[in-house]
């Protein structure tokens, strides 16, 4: 048995450094005098509040809420202040409610205008306004917008200086490339984050750039090379005397262990953070445990810690919890629990899924925005030169309706290609959504292959351990048959969409901008009835839906976008937008944004 890997990102609440007190002043005088220097000298023209702002972006890195409450004290008096102190005073404030974890998505428009201003006032603060665009794009979930924001951040940062910085750029890269699921990208970028955090004797950033390592060794399901990185970073623990971290990184040498089957070692590494466990690691921790205590032969630990989890333990743990639960009720021939165990895996379990499958549509989706930015990048490129011969043209030769003509054959050329566009989006998401379902295939006969190989290692000398082991097979081979059966259902389905008359026209109106007929959505409604029966009564089973309703519903199904729905139903975008909102509340008590109806639709 495993438990799931959500809970495997562990982080230290907070650094304490055990060094001596008379070390630690002298450090932290320094490091204040180093950030007041390089900040003064990063302010090219000279501002009223110099002095307060070095002293605040020097606290800023490492004492937040002090930054914080210096910050409020001068609020009042930036009504007052001249330009530069005023963006000096913005940028301070964006990067302490960043560090504060504070909610910065509503700053895009300042943190635009930040990157201006310092690049035509002073370069120098232009690699830190530009770091905190790309954070505000990456709080946004724009990973392609923000990842160009770093990238310039590093061409304009001077490569020997700032190492804070370098370590922050490149963290900051590796997470978003991990989102995408670019696991060794990811690892360059960690590296590259070590590298810096090294050279500036950052032991804090060491561990965690090592952690981080260890983590995408971990996606990858390379354990071994997983357990090295814990294992330095662990050691860094040790010599710097910081047990928050120390302890967390011990919990995920302890899950690797389980890993391994090790799980007596694996309890050394579990059982000191036990002790220190809090409210958001506290369900990790004892689904590890109970895991380990599993592993040995300890029930009534195991058993414990489940006991534990179906109080605390969040959706993952609770899954684990009554899995065990139901196993030992079983032993124990308290059958009634048993099933009443059982029931309730069922339901978290249900749960995990739907979790998990979210996760996959939203990496998906960040995966294609990705892609699509670096083509829509390139094909930026080549419509620029295109303009630029045009104008040239309509320069030399100064005939207006050549230019006319060239404009709308670049117009109807762009509606062709959007729509060829739109057709290729909508093959890609069915195939990307096929090809997860075959590799999830894949592993799960993977998987039964080895249960069959206990199987005959096994024998006949534990007969509940033959059974169970059975038994997943039989659990991993209906889930590998329902998964083709719905797979080939899918992609039969909507091919047969795509490829009929109804779609056709659903693409001739939005390139014409036509609002769609009564009887051409009737003939969409048939075509759905025939290929999809039963997507109707679904969506009709979760809540009551109007007309307009259902052919959103039809029309985000076959992934068509907000912006074309608009048209086809003859709404202004927002308001289809709003209609969107509205369903989701209808259908799950909730108002999310839109994406997330459109994924439900999708996945439905």
């Known amino acids: 048995m495993n438990t799931d890997s959500n809970y495997f990102y562990i982080f230290a609440a907070e650094n304490k450094d055990k060094g001596s007190m008379k070390n630690k002043k002298r450090n932290a005088l320094w490091a204040t005098l180093s950030s007041i220097i390089l900040f003064l000298a990063a302010c090219g023209q000279r501002g009223q509040y110099d002095a307060q702002f070095a002293q605040i972006d020097s606290l800023a890195d490492v004492r937040p809420k002090e930054a914080d409450s210096l910050l409020q004290t001068l609020a009042p008096a930036m009504s007052e202040a001249a330009e530069t102190d005023t963006m000096c005073y913005a940028l301070l404030r964006l990067k302490t409610d960043d560090k504060l974890y504070r909610n910065i998505t509503d ?341 039964i292959a080895e249960l069959k190989e206990r199987l005959t290692e096994i024998g006949t000398e534990s007969e509940f351990q033959r059974k169970q082991l059975e038994q997943q097979v039989k659990e991993l081979t209906c889930k590998n048959d329902l998964a083709e059966l719905v797979n080939n259902h899918r992609n039969i389905s909507l091919e047969m969409i795509l490829n009929s008359n109804a779609y056709a026209t659903i693409r001739a109106n939005i390139q014409e901008s036509a609002i769609m007929r009564e009887g051409q959505w009737d003939d969409l409604h048939r075509k759905f009835c025939l290929s999809l029966p039963n997507f109707e009564s679904t969506l009709r089973g979760l809540c009551r839906i109007s007309e307009i309703e259902l052919r959103i519903c039809m029309l985000l199904k076959l992934g068509v976008s907000i912006k074309h729905i608009s048209v086809l139903i003859g709404r202004r975008e927002n308001s289809v937008s709003m209609a969107t909102r509205r369903l989701f509340f209808k259908m799950f008590g909730d108002t999310p944004p839109t994406a997330n109806l459109a994924d439900f639709i999708r996945e439905l």
């Open 107 to 447: 700053r895009q428009p300042l943190s635009q205008r930040l990157v201006e201003y310092f690049e035509h006032h002073n370069k120098s603060l232009l690699p830190t306004s530009l770091f905190y665009a790309g954070r505000v794009c990456a709080d946004l979930g724009d990973a392609p917008q923000a990842l160009e924001y770093y990238q310039k951040t590093l061409e304009t940062l001077p490569v020997d200086s700032n190492t804070k910085l370098h370590d922050l750029i490149h963290t900051q890269i590796g997470y978003l490339f991990n989102y995408q699921g670019f696991f060794d990208d990811a690892i360059n970028h960690f590296q590259s984050a070590l590298h810096w955090s090294e050279l500036g004797h950052d032991t804090t950033a060491q561990i965690f750039n090592l952690r981080d390592i260890g983590v995408m060794y971990y996606m990858k399901n390379n354990i071994d090379s997983s357990h090295v990185y814990y294992q330095k970073a662990l050691r860094l623990c040790l010599l710097s005397g910081k047990e928050d971290m120390r302890i967390g990184i011990m919990s995920q040498i302890a899950r690797n262990l389980n890993m391994r089957q090790q799980y007596g070692k694996a309890l050394e590494f579990i059982r000191p953070a036990l002790v220190n466990a809090d409210s958001t690691s506290i369900s990790g921790f004892y689904s590890i445990a109970s895991e380990a205590y599993w592993g040995v032969g300890m029930i009534d630990s195991a058993r414990y810690y489940a006991d534990k989890l179906c109080i605390f333990g969040n959706v993952y743990g609770k899954r684990w919890a009554y899995e065990v639960l139901m196993q030992v009720n079983g032993q124990n021939g308290n059958i009634p629990s048993a099933i009443d165990n059982l029931n309730k895996y069922k339901v978290y379990d249900d749960s995990v899924h739907r979790l998990d499958n979210a996760a996959i549509v939203k990496r998906m989706d960040a995966m294609y925005n990705y892609q699509l930015h670096q083509k829509e990048a390139l094909k930026l490129k080549e419509a620029n030169k295109r303009k630029q011969r045009i104008i040239w043209m309509s320069l030399l030769f100064g005939i207006p309706t050549v230019v006319a003509l060239l404009i709308l054959l670049l117009y109807y050329k762009d509606k062709r290609r959007q729509s060829e566009d739109e057709v290729l989006r909508q093959r890609t998401i069915v195939n990307q959504i096929h090809n997860n379902s075959k590799q999830r295939i894949a592993e799960n006969e993977k998987r």
